[in-house]
């Protein structure tokens, strides 16, 4: 990151952003990234052979822009420990290597005398570890650290016998309890409490471990707010050195946007041969700014099995859950549309009856985007909820109750939702893509506004923010796709316009 770069990005265009699943994990990858300072525009770059070193180099950057760019936006962002399945191939290994480095080391100090060479390969590291954790001008406690822990020392007294191995591991967990954070204070003490040196020096390395991911995330949570601030142009800056080292790096993206255009294209062609006398020249007179906000409309209805465009991979998590929340939404909403069009009458005085429907839907609509889910059963479900609380409506009233071929009517078309084409499906469909293009409430999803608000705005923070970073990028696409007779040059520094 440079300290002369200047974002305009807001940052609590990020504070929106949803948390991952995403719970996608980093291992301990380093948090340094490239200070070197870059043009923010990118520049086209000409075909060449790309060599495995540049393509790791790529790979590199590519990394970094994801790691800095999760960070950023994912308030919730942390690393987290944990182990492989025991029950896994490579968790078998790692418990049949460990246990026989174990056994060895608590044989050798078993032996008589002592033999001491694995025990102090195991200070030499832990004394690197505890050094690791030392902040700048910290004299005082690594002199100290480095004068007990001194490995030269410790082998003359093992050539001795004079090792007080004991006193060593006391005092590295004396230091560690100086050193960690509060919440390992409970660690601490149960490695005072632990008699076994073997068992205690293995418990030592656990603890050390848990204290390295603490203080990756007390970096990560001290670099947010600075990455926030100049987002926009390290992203732009990494992406560029991602598109230098592979030329392709837009491919997928360029082949994004061309659909969009081809779609605007067939939309134009439509009208042109409705209206005589219309300008053939279709490309001309479409909008770059508006292929790009329907390039962007496509991600709610993607296959996230396919990969998607490279400029956006960033957040495809985050997309990819909107996604599946607008399906979620969507199917409430039809819902609620076929329960109002043919028992309307029956529930036009119970109060906040959508928000029945909804309590009703959410739950049985829980993991719908997964290949096990049964959506026809769960809508099945849903249908017969749905007659039951309005027949409990109607008998708490005095009012006859539904009668079967009404219920069987009811359940029959909220399970026919799934169906290809399905009309009502289609309406709701429909208006949902136009309330996410124009952000405002639209007839018919008043039942599910405050959630649409919600991913709306999530949407729109993810979209903004990608068209400030990526927009120059973009502009050279829609520049060769819409006037392929015009030079290609630098893209121009300003981002297509909402």
Same mark, same amino acid.
């Given at each position: ?59 590199? /950057? ?7 760019? !999760? ?27 460990? #246990? ?38 910290? /004299? ?33 967990? /004396? ?7 509060? *919440? ?45 601030? /100049? ?128 309590? *009703? ?14 959506? #026809? ?11 039951? !609380? ?29 169906? !290809?084409?399905?009309? *009502? ?68 520094? !300003?981002?297509?316009?909402?």
């Amino acid at each position: 990151l440079n300290d002369d770069q200047n974002s305009d990005s807001d940052s609590s265009r990020h504070s929106e952003s949803t948390a991952s699943s995403s719970d996608s994990e980093y291992s301990r990858q380093s948090f340094n990234s490239d200070s070197s300072s870059k043009p923010s525009s990118p520049a086209s770059s000409p075909p060449k052979v790309i060599t495995f070193d540049e393509l790791m180099a790529a790979a590199r /950057n590519l990394t970094d822009l994801t790691l800095a760019h !999760e960070i950023a936006v994912n308030a919730n962002f942390c690393i987290k420990h944990e182990d492989l399945p025991q029950n896994s191939f490579a968790g078998k290994v790692k418990q049949i290597v460990h #246990k026989a480095f174990w056994d060895l080391l608590e044989s050798e100090l078993n032996e008589d005398p002592p033999e001491y060479d694995h025990a102090i390969k195991l200070f030499e590291e832990i004394k690197e570890i505890l050094l690791s954790f030392l902040t700048p001008g910290a /004299n005082r406690i690594h002199n100290q650290i480095c004068e007990v822990l001194d490995t030269d020392l410790i082998r003359q007294q093992a050539e001795h016998n004079a090792v007080d191995i004991h006193g060593l591991a006391n005092y590295i967990i /004396n230091t560690m309890g100086k050193l960690c954070a509060p *919440i390992r204070d409970n660690d601490i003490k149960q490695l005072k409490a632990t008699d076994n040196i073997v068992e205690l020096l293995r418990e030592i390395f656990r603890v050390l471990d848990l204290m390295k991911m603490d203080m990756a995330n007390y970096t990560i949570q001290n670099l947010r707010p600075y990455l926030q601030r /100049n987002l926009v142009d390290y992203e732009r800056t990494k992406f560029q050195e991602v598109l230098e080292e592979t030329p392709s790096a837009l491919d997928l993206t360029t082949e994004w946007i061309k659909e969009s255009i081809e779609d605007e294209l067939s939309s134009v062609s439509d009208e042109s041969s409705s209206s005589p006398g219309a300008d053939s020249s279709s490309k001309r007179i479409i909008s770059p700014t508006l292929v790009l906000n329907n390039s962007y409309l496509k991600l709610l209805q993607w296959d996230y099995r396919k990969t998607i465009p490279e400029t956006l991979i960033t957040d495809e998590a985050r997309l990819q859950e909107l996604r599946e929340k607008l399906n979620q939404l969507k199917i409430i909403a039809c819902v609620c549309l076929i329960t109002n069009n043919m028992v309307g009458a029956a529930i036009v005085d119970v109060p906040d009856f959508g928000d029945e429907l909804k309590r *009703i839907s959410v739950p049985l609509l829980e993991g719908m985007n997964k290949k096990t889910f049964d959506l #026809k059963e769960a809508l099945n479900a849903i249908g017969v909820q749905i007659c039951s !609380e309005v027949n409990r409506s109607l008998t708490e009233r005095g009012l006859p109750t539904l009668n079967e071929e009404i219920q069987s009517n009811l359940i029959g078309q909220i399970t026919h939702i799934v169906e !290809e084409n399905n009309p *009502i499906s289609s309406l709701i469909d429909k208006r949902i893509q136009f309330f996410m293009r124009s952000l405002l409430a639209l007839r018919g999803l008043s039942v599910i506004q405050t959630e649409m608000e919600f991913v709306g705005s999530q949407y729109a923070s993810i979209v903004n923010f990608n068209k400030q970073v990526y927009g120059p990028f973009y502009a050279n696409i829609l520049r060769k796709l819409l006037f392929p007779e015009e030079p290609m040059g630098k893209a121009e520094t !300003e981002t297509p316009s909402n």
